[in-house]
């Protein structure tokens, strides 16, 4: 059974270019989300397996959408996603409870490597 990943960015080109990278390696996308409020709100009635979730979003960022997500389920899954020059926040996610940060633009073979370690 393929696994199911919540893709999380404000732009719709990041979400569908990591829908693509995803779909190609045989992952299923479940939902979508364009901001942190509505990611932690698709993560509880989807439960997927795993979320990539960008740091800079509006309404609710990145950060504050991992520390969510983790209230709800302390095991959650969360990749996070950033632009070159957000190393402070990635360490912050991080210590948010995400389990590996990809760096934009995205690498195929980063974003799956980062997504087979997740998931173990």
Do not use: W
Not at 11 to 19: D, E, G, L, P, V
Not at 20 to 40: C, P
Not at 52 to 57: A, E, F, H
Not at 96 to 119: C, H, N, T, W, Y
Request: glycine letters at 6%; aromatic letters at 4%; a neutral charge.
């Amino acid at each position: 059974m393929a696994r199911r990943i919540l893709v999380v960015d404000d732009a719709a080109f990041m979400r569908m270019m990591i829908k693509d990278i995803l779909t190609k390696h045989g992952y299923e996308v479940v939902g979508e989300a364009e901001n942190g409020q509505k990611a932690v709100q698709l993560y509880k009635e989807l439960k997927p397996d795993l979320v990539t979730m960008d740091i800079t979003m509006p309404e609710m960022d990145g950060i504050a959408a991992v520390r969510e997500i983790k209230k709800l389920d302390s095991g959650a899954k969360v990749i996070m996603c950033s632009a070159m020059g957000q190393q402070m926040m990635v360490m912050e996610a991080i210590q948010a409870g995400a389990r590996d940060f990809i760096v934009k633009p995205f690498q195929q073979e980063r974003v799956i490597q980062a997504i087979e370690k997740a998931l173990g």
